[in-house]
């Protein structure tokens, strides 16, 4: 019998879920058991399933009780290792979905960037237990103050004020209206971006605010009710265009950084040895033939396009923002199949919630998922800027990968290397990769060696044990 770990949602009242093996089950609790059915069964739920949409079900409907169970997405993601096109992309899902459930007499009960999970670059809602049935002459949409919270907010405070996208971890149910407010001067409260869910709400929360209001300073939703359900409807699709035309103008202008333009400055590499490079790493990714490729320190995203159009599913994990969403609408824009994930291998996301059991850690979900590993211009920074030593850089890489091992030795000559090294010449001057070799023994074994016309080495390594 399969024993089942701590189920890590429990707030949803309709049920819980939970993970068996590489399947996830979600209970239903008997009292929702007609209405989840009663979605199951709508053309709605079949629609948004087959476009790929909605997450998968299969139904199980016994004497113990309604058991679901949907395919796993192989790297889930949480809003705060995505980039800012993500979290647009999760909101326009959101509220797609939404319009589309009101024409169909359907609403969602909740909008929030958890209940999203990206498949590649394409999100999909992965809460089922989010629709139910809509009073057709109510113009109420009870989602509304939480998709403000946790979808737009973040991104005005991003866009307006440079708060990472990555403290939504320490926000579940996001952000309020005065805590952006506080931190706002004149300028940015009387912005386009800001004046209506942040200035006006916060000022309408204070003291002395009519009641009848809520939070973010419209009437309260509670009463509106109307006798004409067509009115309704059209007033409730107003209101989700309007959304989605302020959650799009708050989307923040694509920065600029030193790494998310490193293709196109570095001077390390002459076009030739940079041609040489790519052609190296395609002709291994065509020998070893993954599945799946993990790229760490992925930056403009070259060879997980490379990877990507020689079939392989990869995931791209990079630590710059600019980077990371310069990656992101590539691989829309390519529709090719790069899961984006903003994150430092060094510093990785940790485990949060009640017991550190909502959200996993990033490194258990990567952990023996992939058959190549990409390690291109990494090694260096870690070593320099980490002080992680060589060892433990080939430990964890060998818990990441299946088989193959792809790494860009820089030698201590190496204008880049020496640039990082700053002035700690008695640590890391005499390093040699004789010492990458033996850093590697019960590891992996090298197959191949590709010196580069400019000192770099590329290898390609097995995984031993």
């Not at 707030?11 to 009663?38: C, K, M, Q, Y």
Request: hydrophobic share 40%.
């Amino acid at each position: 019998m399969t024993a089942a770990t701590p189920e890590p949602t429990f707030r949803d009242p309709s049920g819980s879920l939970g993970f068996e093996e590489d399947r996830v089950v979600r209970r239903i609790r008997p009292e929702a058991r007609t209405a989840v059915l009663d979605f199951l069964e709508s053309p709605l739920c079949l629609r948004l399933q087959d476009r790929g949409d909605l997450v998968g079900a299969t139904v199980d409907d016994s004497a113990a009780g309604l058991r679901l169970t949907h395919p796993k997405i192989p790297i889930p993601t949480y809003p705060w290792e995505w980039s800012p096109s993500q979290w647009l992309a999760a909101a326009e899902l959101t509220l797609t979905l939404c319009e589309e459930a009101l024409n169909d007499g359907w609403s969602l009960k909740d909008a929030t960037p958890l209940n999203i999970l990206f498949a590649g670059p394409k999100p999909v809602l992965v809460d089922i237990l989010s629709f139910e049935r809509r009073d057709p002459q109510s113009m109420i949409w009870l989602a509304y103050g939480q998709y403000v919270r946790t979808f737009l907010l973040p991104l005005v405070a991003n866009k307006r004020m440079g708060w990472p996208l990555e403290t939504s971890l320490f926000k579940r149910d996001g952000l309020e209206p005065a805590d952006l407010f506080a931190a706002m001067g004149w300028a940015d409260r009387m912005s386009r971006d800001a004046f209506w869910p942040v200035t006006l709400a916060a000022l309408l929360e204070r003291p002395g605010t009519k009641k009848g209001e809520n939070q973010q300073g419209k009437p309260n939703q509670l009463g509106r009710r109307v006798s004409d359900p067509q009115m309704a409807l059209d007033g409730l699709l107003r209101l989700l265009a309007g959304l989605r035309k302020r959650t799009r103008h708050a989307l923040p202008n694509l920065d600029s950084s030193k790494w998310s333009k490193y293709q196109t400055t570095l001077t390390h590499y002459t076009e030739h040895e940079s041609a040489q490079k790519h052609a190296w790493v395609r002709e291994v990714i065509a020998e070893t033939q993954p599945a799946r490729v993990l790229d760490i320190g992925a930056n403009t995203g070259e060879f997980s396009a490379s990877a990507a159009e020689m079939g392989a599913q990869v995931v791209a994990l990079e630590r710059d923002a600019a980077s990371a969403e310069r990656l992101f609408r590539m691989s829309r824009e390519r529709d090719l199949s790069i899961q984006t994930i903003h994150a430092d291998i060094a510093r990785p996301t940790p485990a949060a919630g009640w017991e550190n059991s909502e959200s996993t850690a990033l490194l258990p979900r990567l952990e023996g998922q992939f058959e190549l590993v990409l390690m291109l211009a990494v090694i260096h920074h870690l070593l320099l800027m980490e002080q992680i030593p060589l060892r433990a850089i080939l430990a964890l890489c060998h818990r990441l990968t299946l088989r193959h091992l792809v790494i860009e030795w820089v030698p201590v000559e190496d204008p880049m290397f020496q640039s990082l090294m700053r002035g700690r010449d008695e640590l890391y001057g005499e390093l040699h990769e004789d010492d990458l070799i033996a850093a590697c023994a019960g590891l992996f074994r090298v197959l191949r060696r590709q010196p580069l016309d400019n000192g770099r080495v590329l290898f390609l390594l097995q995984r031993e044990g």
